[in-house]
């Protein structure tokens, strides 16, 4: 297959069509405003249902409606935009029911500016709303990554019956890179979706899609289903990638998204000057490669987590590794992306510390 020069924005859109999804509800919020648009066009064309809603909140309790029937359904937004809808979220995930959310990241807190940011690491990871939920979250490095993240999401969602969220910075949304959509790999057989949706009852008992448990022993024993999919998760769903690790490197970067990127390239960089540097990129930030950081840490010594935030995924590294080695942070924030050089320099002072 031939590949094509998309927006990573589009591209996302158009991997939901080819994962077989024809249900977009979303409201537009820079920067992710693009989906909405390819959608608006696309979505008629494969007799799919695109609405615009009236607010975050609408489309968010919309995605839920429809993964309550059982559809391939997912919305994207940003920031602000994902905190409006994680209550929802919270609803969706305690109802057990498929669903995928993007957010293309943009800066914060608050209002704070449409450039791109990884700050919203602990609203996805830590759960945005209430209760004792998880999201599974994949973190895209590339457009085609993307892509393919978004079409796995679908099948995730579906065979634990859960919101995924695909989490990219704004850079991710907004560059162009040339993708190709494979099709999307068989699925693992699943329960019918007539055993939990709700697709009409004519000669079987009703599925009510709910969260709401009044009885304490009935609520709890909800919790201790779900408390059980998320340790599959830890055994089946981790996913991350290295790289220069073969190399006997003196100091170990944990980096995800396009952050990732520039690392890498500040790695060869500095293997120019004869220092090698390793990465470890988490894929799945939620379940976090935590045994992974910890086996490389234990052999390097030194740590770095380098992140588009003031600090937030640098407390799962520590976490990770424990208190035994001491884990670096550098980061930039409001929408600031650090460069190669940048990153160099702080490689070499956590080098020299």
């Known amino acids: 297959m031939a590949k094509k020069l998309m927006k990573g924005n589009e591209a996302i859109g158009e991997a939901a069509i080819q994962a077989g999804c024809r249900n977009y509800f979303a409201y537009p919020i820079t920067p992710q405003s693009e989906v909405a648009e390819y959608l608006s066009r696309r979505m008629p064309e494969v007799q799919g249902h695109f609405v615009q809603a009236e607010s975050e909140l609408g489309a968010a ?30 609803y969706i995930a ?25 700050s919203d690491y602990f609203q996805a990871t830590k759960g945005g709303g209430h209760g ?30 859960n919101p ?4 990219g910075d704004g850079m991710i949304g907004q560059m162009m890179e040339p993708v190709e959509f494979k099709p999307p790999p068989p699925a693992a057989d699943l329960p019918s979706v007539e055993t939990w949706a709700t697709t009409g009852a004519k000669g079987r008992k009703c599925n009510i899609a709910h969260s709401l448990f009044l009885d304490p022993e009935a609520l709890e024993k909800n919790n201790h289903v779900l408390a059980a999919k998320y340790k599959v998760w830890q055994k089946d769903e981790i996913r991350f990638a290295t790289y220069n690790l073969d190399n006997n490197p003196r100091l170990l970067i944990v980096a995800y998204g396009t952050m990732a990127r520039i690392c890498s390239t500040a790695i060869d ?49 520590q976490a990770a590794v424990g208190h035994d080695i001491h884990v670096g942070f550098f980061g930039r924030a409001g929408g600031i992306i650090p460069s190669p050089d940048e990153v160099v320099q702080a490689l070499e002072a956590e080098l020299r510390a």
Do not use: C, W
Request: glycine fraction near 10%; charged fraction near 15%; hydrophobic fraction near 50%.
């Open 94 to 118: 305690g109802a057990q029911l498929p669903a995928v959310f993007v957010n293309i990241v943009r800066g914060g807190p608050g209002l704070g500016g449409i450039l791109p940011a990884q």
């Open 269 to 317: 960089e500095l293997k120019q000057k004869g220092v090698e540097v390793g990465l470890i990129r988490p894929i799945t930030l939620y379940p976090f490669p935590a045994a992974a950081i910890l086996q490389h840490a234990k052999k390097i010594g030194k740590v770095i987590s380098v992140e588009m935030s003031m600090g937030q995924m640098v407390e799962d590294v």
């Open 164 to 167: 995924v969220m695909i989490l």
């Open 61 to 90: 309790n919309m995605v839920f409606g429809a993964a309550a029937t059982g559809e391939l359904v997912f919305t994207t937004s940003s920031s602000p935009g994902v905190s409006l809808m994680s209550e929802t979220i919270s």
């Open 132 to 161: 004792d939920y998880r999201l599974l979250v994949l973190a895209p490095a590339t457009v085609q990554e993307a892509v393919d993240l978004t079409m796995l999401a679908f099948q995730l969602a579906f065979k634990y019956r």
